[in-house]
């Protein structure tokens, strides 16, 4: 899985959220799909590990929902998606906060089914963000698990996180 913000607009601290613009990427190996390399299959064509992000608001996906098979029948997809994604923001310091903003991926499946992998090579963000009166760091990541507590179960996730530091001055 790679998860790349092509941009950031806006942190609104009254409604605890981040306005971004990014692109996920994953893969999977489906041997029983390797008849089909060169296609393009829709969702309900084949199995997918039923991602979701849980903490976006908003969100409106721009390419088609098409899975891409290649040799071995491993299965490539790509979305890019614009939207609200809320965060837990921790205003103790405000104006000098600096804060962790999330975005988080879990799967439908345990972590015994679903092991995620990162590719470096498409994650992380664009040099220059147009998130005014904010910097931001680089993008990091936690694989882990999600407790899903109406199935009392533990789900398999990834967290990417963008770390931002308001710039103070504008207060003072």
């Not at 899985?1 to 009254?14: K, M, P, R, S, V």
């Amino acid at each position: 899985i790679g998860f790349y913000i092509i941009e950031a607009y806006e942190i609104d601290d009254a409604q605890r959220f981040m306005l971004a613009d990014a692109m996920f990427w994953i893969q999977w190996v489906d041997p029983r799909l390797a008849p089909y390399a060169g296609c393009r299959l829709t969702q309900d064509r084949l199995w997918y590990p039923r991602l979701r992000l849980v903490n976006r608001r908003s969100l409106t996906t721009i390419d088609p929902n098409l899975y891409f098979i290649g040799e071995g029948g491993t299965v490539t997809y790509q979305q890019r998606g614009f939207g609200e994604f809320s965060a837990s923001l921790d205003l103790r310091d405000f104006p000098l906060d600096h804060q962790e903003i999330p975005f988080r991926i879990v799967s439908g499946y345990s972590p015994g089914d679903v092991v995620f992998r990162i590719n470096e090579d498409v994650t992380g963000r664009q040099d220059r963000l147009a998130l005014v009166g904010w910097t931001a760091g680089d993008v990091s990541w936690d694989i882990g698990t999600y407790y899903f507590a109406p199935q009392k179960r533990d789900l398999a996730a990834v967290t990417f996180s963008i770390p931002v530091a308001r710039k103070g001055g504008y207060f003072f």
